[in-house]
């Protein structure tokens, strides 16, 4: 039995597992920080901002507690020697909430692909449904590649523009934070966000390749599959 309609569904959450796995891997790989502020300095770019000197590691320190707090669910702990108000706290809380979400949908769309995947088994009485001749891991990989390549595209040619418009749409209100007040935002160059949301996209594009080399291999299955059974065929047909 052909499910046409679940088929459609194990896609859509094959893309929102895919992209959700890549912001979240990205989001808590510490190293992708520690390897930008050492090569950005740091130190001069938060005193050129706040007359103030930080080392490397006040810097790595107050970025683990803000991790640990807005990605991991921490409790909050402050940022170290840096300081922030109330403002600068409710943008951390909207950002906590922000992958509360991601990591609730992307659990969930995982837990429900898994299952689609187990009812789609090669064995099971219900099967996916083909689109084109191709498996739904085809488009699973396919839509993602070509949508993250584009917005890739954009962001690299302006990625600020882009990050002001993110920050409109997703956050409750446009923070206009005094970095003076609030200066973990010194230790957050835009820079290192653009460097983030590069390689968000590369891990969706690998993923996304992985699943279109997956429908390769499960389609070029199929045909040996095929050719098998007729030769079998022909076989017992010529010893009749």
Known sequence: ???????????????????????????????????????????????NNTVKSITLDEAKEAYNL????????SEFKGLGVLKYNDLGLSHLDDVR?????????????????????????????????KFNNKTPYFYIGLIPLIFVSIILLIGIMDFNTLFDLFH???????????????????????QYFMIMFIVIGVLVILFSSLFIVLD????????????????????????I
Request: hydrophobic share 50%; net charge positive; aromatic share 14%.
């Open 168 to 190: 409109k749409v997703v956050f409750k209100s446009n923070f206009a934070m005094n970095t003076t007040e609030n200066e973990y935002i010194n230790i957050l160059p835009s």
């Open 97 to 129: 909430n922000l992958y509360f979400n991601i990591k609730l949908v992307t659990v969930f769309s995982i837990g429900i692909f898994s299952i689609l995947c187990v009812l789609f088994k090669k064995d099971s009485m219900f099967s996916y449904s």
């Open 66 to 73: 803000l991790i640990d707090y807005v990605i991991l669910g």
């Open 216 to 239: 390769y291999l499960i389609i070029r299955k199929e045909i040996k599959g095929m050719s098998k059974v007729k030769q079998d065929i022909l076989g017992k047909i010529s010893d």
């Open 1 to 47: 039995m052909k499910l046409k309609g679940l088929t459609i569904i194990q896609i859509i959450l094959g893309i929102i597992s895919i992209i959700g796995i890549s912001i979240l891997l990205t989001s808590v790989s510490n190293f992708i920080y520690y390897i930008f502020i050492n090569n950005f300095n740091i130190e001069e770019y938060f005193f």
